[in-house]
């Protein structure tokens, strides 16, 4: 890529993160190529699609988190690898108002340029969970898809004004349920 395309690219990228943290992964397109000072058409010459620019935008994110999972099962015991990854699962996309549902969409097409982010992610749990249950740490009734679906739930719970500040006490609650052995 050349240089001024590069320049390009990272600016788009900072600008489309600043935008989907403040309006969520339904910010308007138009708007971040305003806020980046470049065409909606180099926009799209980066990114053809609103998928491709949150692939971008998450795929690192999503990696760092699914390598952190491994970290922690090398590092902690199995029940706070898994409380402590989840945390940062929730935190993660609380972060991104509409993630969720991009993401939950991602695992299910396999032609998703977030699918194998997301898949990875939702395994990087899975192994924390089965070593948990393994552990005799966790519940045995749950699966990744099961976990995967309580970072959706409680990042949708912190999206809300309503419930905002009940984030910590409803994660404590649900580690609690999560930990606790059936």
Not at 55 to 69: C, I, N
Not at 121 to 146: F, P, V
Not at 148 to 161: K, T, Y
Request: a negative charge; charged letters at 25%; aromatic letters at 4%.
């Amino acid at each position: 890529m050349r240089s001024d395309a590069r320049k390009n690219y990272d600016h788009l990228l900072s600008i489309a993160r600043e935008a989907v943290a403040e309006r969520g992964a339904d910010a308007s397109l138009r708007d971040i190529a305003r806020r980046a000072g470049v065409g909606l058409a180099t926009l799209y010459r980066h990114f053809p699609t609103r998928e491709a620019l949150l692939e971008a935008l998450l795929r690192s994110t999503l990696d760092e988190l699914a390598q952190k999972a491994a970290d922690l099962q090398s590092s902690k015991t199995s029940d706070e690898a898994l409380t402590l990854w989840l945390r940062d699962a929730v935190a993660f996309v609380q972060g991104y108002h509409g993630v969720v549902a991009v993401m939950a969409a991602a695992l299910e097409d396999a032609d998703s340029a977030l699918h194998a982010s997301c898949t990875n992610l939702r395994s990087a749990g899975e192994n924390l969970l089965i070593q948990a249950q393994a552990d005799g740490k966790a519940r045995a009734d749950l699966d990744g898809i099961d976990l995967f679906a309580l970072i959706g739930a409680l990042g949708w719970v912190g999206d809300q004004p309503a419930f905002n500040s009940r984030v910590d006490r409803i994660m404590r609650v649900v580690a609690d349920a999560l930990l606790a052995s059936k």
